[in-house]
């Protein structure tokens, strides 16, 4: 089985998603806490 097979191409553009999906969360969770954080100091510096 070749290197560059469509089969072959399709697994790793599953893997991608895949990666992307438990990316996604892992964003939405960083910007919340960066929110959070830079209101905390607004809030602190007032």
């Known amino acids: ?3 560059n097979s469509p ?3 399709f ?3 599953l893997i991608l998603q895949k990666k992307d999906l ?3 969360p892992l ?3 960083f910007r919340g ?3 959070l ?3 905390w100091i607004l809030f602190r510096s007032s």
């Open 22 to 24: 438990l990316l996604i």
């Open 33 to 35: 806490f960066i929110l």
């Open 37 to 39: 954080w830079s209101r």
């Open 1 to 3: 089985m070749s290197k």
């Open 11 to 13: 697994g790793e553009f």
């Open 7 to 9: 089969l072959n191409l």
């Open 27 to 29: 964003m939405e969770k």
